[in-house]
T-cell receptor, first 109, second 121 residues
């Protein structure tokens, strides 16, 4: 079993939809949980990071962590065509990041 | 935010040749930079951690003699793929964390370059 599992999609939604992206993990040592956005042929950019279980909101984005289930989610409200990208989850322990494969999201106008 | 620049963005080379990729921090000094490789539909895989003025630390399974990393200054790290083969074709991305941001890696506060796509014929 890989340390971080992420459904690669692709996921296609209409503009304005609520998007749910998810990752599961197996390593209990992971302490920080992040979401990155990566546009085609570009490097990733950090969207959010969380430390504890619960929700963290930033504008239209909400990151959710459930450490008991080893499950994290990213919700995007009122999705826009500009949100079309690959979303990578990542987790860290001891100053080492482990990435998921990424989910390709397309928001259709 | 901090800017990390990579060059070239795309390179095509013949099998057996060597290719150098540069990673520069444009508006900050990066004592530590990281090199990742990303195959299509795969996750970013850390190849090595590059420390200014010292030898790079390679991840298990990464050949240090094949992927030469030099971090000669606080703003520049280079990755040289030596004797490249078609299986080395991939997207190579560097990243850096701001100096003094001890939790930078742990909290994912890395600044990534735009990546370099290598195609080996």
């Amino acid at each position: 079993q890989k340390e971080v599992e992420q459904d690669p999609g692709p996921l296609s939604v209409p503009e304005g939809a609520i998007v749910s992206l998810n990752c599961t993990y197996s390593n209990s040592a992971f302490q920080y949980f992040m979401w990155y956005r990566q546009y085609s042929r570009k490097g990733p950019e950090l969207l959010m990071y969380t430390y504890s279980s619960g929700n963290k909101e930033d504008g239209r984005f909400t990151a959710q962590v459930d450490k008991s289930s080893k499950y994290i989610s990213l919700f995007i409200r009122d999705s826009q065509p500009s949100d079309s990208a690959t979303y990578l989850c990542a987790m860290s322990a001891n100053y080492k990041l482990t990435f998921g494969k990424g989910t390709l999201l397309t928001v259709n106008p | 935010g901090a800017v990390v620049s990579q060059h070239p963005s795309r390179v095509i080379c013949k099998s057996g040749t060597s290719v150098k990729i540069e990673c520069r921090s444009l508006d900050f000094q990066a004592t530590t930079m990281f090199w990742y490789r990303q195959f299509p539909k795969q996750s970013l895989m850390l190849m090595a951690t590059s420390n200014e003025g010292s030898k790079a630390t390679y991840e298990q399974g990464v050949e240090k003699d094949k992927f030469l990393i030099n971090h000669a200054s606080l703003t520049l790290s280079t990755l040289t793929v030596t004797s490249a083969h078609p299986e080395d074709s991939s997207f190579y991305i560097c990243s850096a964390t701001l100096p003094g941001l001890a939790g930078g890696v742990n909290t994912g506060e890395l600044f990534f370059g735009e990546g370099s796509r290598l195609t080996v014929l």
